[in-house]
């Protein structure tokens, strides 16, 4: 070769491109061995946030970090590198590879250019491609070298790649997924899946989360993890976000007009999508084009969306809420946010990520007293709380301890297609998981002890009252317990007091027999058992109800050691005793007002009547599919059935009390019938009170 045929870069004396690709043609054609062997490499340098650069300190100074770079890469590349300025701010590099120091090299590189500049911190990223056959030509190289190049922004912890074959099929498939995304979209291929939430504690469905899959005619389902962040790439995520929201009113309204109790469902809204300033306006579009009850909506906004300004999110918030939306935060927990941020956030409801409890083979615990510090401050705020991911029922639990009961993920359901969880909605089916609270079913004693441990922080402050109690010998002793224990027993006692106290010497033979048939039935089954007994309190008046539940954690020869939670039921009692003598009077008098009354169950549709619908009217002790079966036995006459069933279906939409005038009885005397329908936490009606009285009355 010789000089004088190759150009130079007016700006950094590097070669020109055209002369850089002239001149790596000359070894490419020279030792096409060496190019099979991987003995050269081709590297493609991009200055990120370039054109702030030139913003901020000028031309001259966006010249001078040009020239500086263009000299750090001559040093990189070593006395026979060809290096050239492509264009703007990118560079190519063509060097022979003599040894394995290419990696420490690139270290030393961009650490330089990183540091070059005092009041900015420049950051370079560098693809490279090693090379491996002999047929590629120059432009192919460095194709390769800049599709590197492009993953390194995914890679916050380096600044440069080696290019392998898997990029190429990576880019094929993002290229694929945005030459279909469209015709996917108009063809609805994408398909709304839905995860059901539950309440861990009744096992109760609660609500769920709409998510989308895409189901391609040839290549099957195709993992979102594949083409949402293309979608986002694309500006093509806001299109499908509303897709699935119209998906998800579609199915509300399906509900709603099939006469099915809907349960509120959650949609995602892309952090890309809150740059839109005319979102909310286009989901409240659709929301009232299928006339569904706002309430039954919720949107969940990533943890991420605070990257792109806490002015924008707020602002988007503030009118969603305008609109009447709750708005969950989704991933909370999982690196973004700041106390601060969630401050200044008006968010109706969190959503943990629970992989702060992956198992990372660490003692520490660190992950579950962050938890327990953020479901705290969700308290504090009047935040409801959904742990995300649950699997196992261990973290169930464990979340349940500290206060939050919603939990979603595989543990109760996966994600499920619209006609599957449209099933699920009809029959209210319950989770499989209803489990009682036991903590320490597979309890590390070395931990339970430990004052520093989980263990200990869940005993001491989040479980009601516990102890450890040890029987010996005829004698309980309490050998552990927490403050709510105290404070079941009475508010005046010390814990001084209690581990003072012996139950056995303060209940009668009766309350202690039943006290040793649980404790026996405990030992004997190694399962949790439950009594109710009273005794007497040093220093209180009157006895007091307490029902225990205990499991044994330790034994031997002549001791046994259980953990023990109570609950002071007293008040409780008392009312039941009140409402036994209330319910003779109220017997007594409805004989004297002809008064009939009942409970209707709206989800299992069964009916219980009063002990005078037993007798006068011959029904038996518990009706189903009622109202209908109420009709079977001609207690309502024809002629006001379908009047009856349009009062039914009213109450189970929702409403909160209802009348009508009907006859009933054999003798077909109008009465009016009364409905007051009582409702759950999320606002569905759970039971219904009637009654019935002569209509002249």
């Known amino acids: 070769m010789f000089k004088e045929m190759y150009e130079n870069d007016s700006l950094t004396g590097l070669l020109s491109y055209s002369s850089f690709q002239k001149a790596v043609s000359f070894y490419t054609e020279t030792d096409p061995k060496g190019m099979e062997e991987g003995k050269y490499a081709m590297l493609c340098f991009n200055i990120l946030r370039f054109k702030v650069i030139n913003d901020l300190f000028g031309s001259d100074g966006g010249d001078e970090l040009l020239i500086y770079v263009a000299n750090q890469i001559r040093r990189l590349g070593g006395e026979n590198c060809l290096a050239s300025r492509t264009h703007s701010d990118h560079f190519c590099l063509f060097i022979p590879l003599t040894d394995d120091s290419l990696p420490a090299r690139l270290d030393t590189f961009t650490d330089t250019i990183e540091n070059c500049a005092p009041d900015f911190e420049v950051i370079c990223h560098v693809g490279i491609y090693v090379t491996n056959r002999s047929d590629v030509r120059t432009d192919g190289m460095i194709a390769r070298a800049l599709l590197a190049c492009s993953f390194v922004k995914e890679a916050v912890d380096k600044r440069y790649t080696f290019y392998n074959t898997s990029m190429r099929t990576q880019l094929l498939q993002e290229q694929e997924i945005i030459n279909n995304m469209a015709k996917a979209l108009e063809e609805e291929h994408f398909k709304v899946y839905y995860q059901p939430q539950y309440n861990h504690i009744t096992g109760q469905l609660v609500g769920a989360e709409a998510l989308v899959r895409w189901l391609h005619p040839t290549r099957g389902l195709i993992s979102p993890a594949l083409f949402i962040p293309v979608l986002e790439k694309n500006n093509f995520i806001m299109k499908l976000d509303l897709y699935v929201f119209e998906k998800t009113c579609a199915l509300l309204r399906r509900m709603l007009d099939e006469g099915v109790t ?161 099933s699920l909605i009809r029959s209210q089916k319950k989770g499989d998981i209803q489990p009682p609270m036991q903590l320490i079913e597979n309890m590390n004693s ?250 002249k009355e």
Not at 408 to 413: A, D, K, P, T, V
């Open 262 to 422: 809907p349960i509120p469902l959650s949609v995602n809204v892309s952090r890309l999508d809150i740059l839109y300033p005319d979102l909310p306006e286009k989901m409240e579009k659709i929301r009232q084009k299928y006339q569904v009850p706002v309430k039954w909506l919720r949107v969940e906004i990533t943890e991420s969306a605070m990257l792109d300004g806490i002015e924008k999110l707020t602002l988007f918030i503030a009118r969603m809420h305008a609109l009447g939306f709750n708005i969950e935060m989704d991933d909370f927990g999982s690196g973004y946010s700041s106390l601060n941020m969630l401050k200044n956030l008006d968010l109706d409801t969190l959503k943990l990520d629970m992989r702060l409890l992956s198992d990372d083979g660490s003692d520490k615990n660190n992950g579950a007293v962050i938890l327990t510090g953020l479901v705290r401050i969700a308290k504090w705020l009047g935040l409801p709380i959904i742990g995300e991911g649950v699997e196992h029922k261990e973290q169930a639990d464990f979340l349940a301890s500290i206060g939050c009961s919603y939990v979603q993920g595989f543990l109760y359901s996966r994600a499920l297609p619209e006609e599957e969880f449209y």
């Open 446 to 695: 070395a931990q339970f002890w430990n004052p520093m441990s989980i263990e200990t922080l869940i005993f001491n402050n989040y479980v009601g009252g516990a102890a450890v109690m040890e029987y010996r010998a005829g004698r309980l002793d309490l050998v552990r317990i927490n403050k709510k224990f105290i404070r079941e027993l009475g508010e005046t006692l010390t814990e001084e007091d209690v581990l003072r106290w012996q139950p056995f010497d303060h209940m009668d033979e009766e309350n202690k027999q039943i006290f040793l048939d649980a404790a026996n039935r405990a030992i004997q089954t190694d399962s949790e058992q439950e009594c109710e007994t009273w005794s007497r309190i040093p220093g209180q008046e009157h006895p007091i109800c307490v029902r225990v539940s205990m499991r044994m954690i330790a034994n031997s020869t002549d001791n046994v050691m259980f953990y023990i939670l109570i609950r002071n039921i007293t008040e409780k009692k008392k009312a039941q005793w009140d409402m036994a003598r209330r319910e003779k009077l109220f017997r007594a008098a409805s004989e004297q007002v002809n008064i009939y009354y009942w409970e209707y169950d709206v989800k299992t549709k069964e009916m219980t009547p009063c002990f005078r619908c037993i007798r006068d009217l011959g029904l038996p002790p518990l009706l189903q599919n009622y109202p209908q079966s109420a009709i079977d036995h001609n207690v309502i006459p024809p002629e006001a059935a379908e009047k009856y069933r349009l009062l039914h279906r009213s109450i189970d939409a929702g409403l909160a009390q209802a009348e009508v005038v009907i006859p009933l009885t054999l003798e077909r005397i109008p009465f009016r019938v009364r409905y007051t329908t009582e409702f759950d936490e999320n606002g569905n009606p759970v039971r219904a009170y009637g009654s019935a009285v002569p209509a």
